[in-house]
């Protein structure tokens, strides 16, 4: 069943198009709205786009006009920490790539998304607000529709860390990021770099033993690989970490990331919520060492 979601129109307006621009609705969404009657109601009539809107009325909004995303499903099982009619929110393992790629055609989070979607809604459409890299564990939050990805706000994420070598006090690493590319081609690594983009980490110890830090970890840009290559700049790479660390490291093991605890405005349910995973066994057993 196609879901809406209603607003009450506080003043007038030419057409829908303009409140729509008003309330912060993409183009791109707002052209797929266009493409079949019945995607907007007034006061409960279909209505197009061009339609006018008066102080007081109700319109209502398809939550999904998105074409279904058709990757390729996955039969994983999901570690589901929230769900409700607009937001999933997902503990994702290590190891497990967050979108569909060559190495990962048949097994990633994403098509696990989908497949478990599809009893809920048959044209879901994917939208994952926070990808973490394959090797990173922890929480994942996804959207269920369009409206429900727009209005989420004050999205807090808070991330632990093994790094190798003694960090006791709290820092702050403010280096910008640059994407290395080559004949115009991402080459999935990122270096410090002045011509690169913003990036601000703020580092929390929590325990040491001189070799190894448990660390945790506030991102303010949240740049591809920030937390690796920021540690890495300062000589603290993640433990495992074979991209910006320890290239001897084994190819059975991976990066100590996580993360571990997350935080939003609810804007249905007009609350804050937070939710936090317990760590993985592996890091367990590292954890007790330090």
């Known amino acids: 069943m196609d879901k809406y979601q209603k607003y009450i129109v506080s003043r007038e307006y030419k057409s829908i198009y303009y409140f729509l621009k008003d309330n912060n609705f993409s183009e791109n969404f707002i052209t797929n709205l266009r493409k079949e009657m019945g995607n907007l109601k007034i006061n409960g009539e279909a209505v197009t786009i061009r339609s006018p ?12 006009p ?66 973490l890299d394959k090797d990173t564990a922890g929480l994942v939050l996804v959207a269920k529709d369009s409206i429900a990805q727009k209005d989420i706000k ?31 081609l991402n080459q999935n690594k990122r270096v410090v770099s ?55 490291c084994s190819p059975n093991t991976h990066t100590m990331l996580i993360c571990k605890e997350m935080s939003f405005y609810h804007p249905y349910k007009k609350e804050v919520l937070h939710f936090a995973v317990d760590f993985p066994n592996d890091f367990k057993t590292i954890i007790d060492k330090i």
């Open 53 to 64: 809107l008066k102080i007081g009325d109700t319109i209502e909004i398809k939550s999904n």
């Open 66 to 131: 998105n074409k279904k995303t058709t990757i390729m499903q996955c039969i994983i099982p999901l570690d589901i920490v929230f769900e409700d009619d607009y937001y999933l929110l997902i503990n994702k393992p290590s190891g497990l790539s967050s979108m569909p790629s060559r190495s990962h055609y048949s097994s990633n989070l994403a098509g696990a998304i989908c497949y478990y979607m599809e009893k809920k809604d048959k044209n879901f459409t994917l939208r994952i607000i926070n990808r």
């Open 154 to 184: 004050d999205i807090d994420k808070t991330y632990y860390a093994i790094c190798q070598g003694c960090i006791d006090k709290e820092l702050v690493i403010d280096k910008r990021i640059k994407t290395i590319t080559k004949n115009g």
């Open 194 to 248: 002045e011509d690169g983009k913003d990036a601000t980490t703020y580092v929390y110890p929590v325990k040491s033993n001189g070799k190894l830090s448990l660390i945790k970890l506030k991102l303010v840009h949240g740049r591809t690989h920030q937390i690796r290559v920021h540690l890495a700049s300062i000589g603290y790479p993640l433990l495992n970490d074979s991209l910006y660390g320890d290239e001897k």
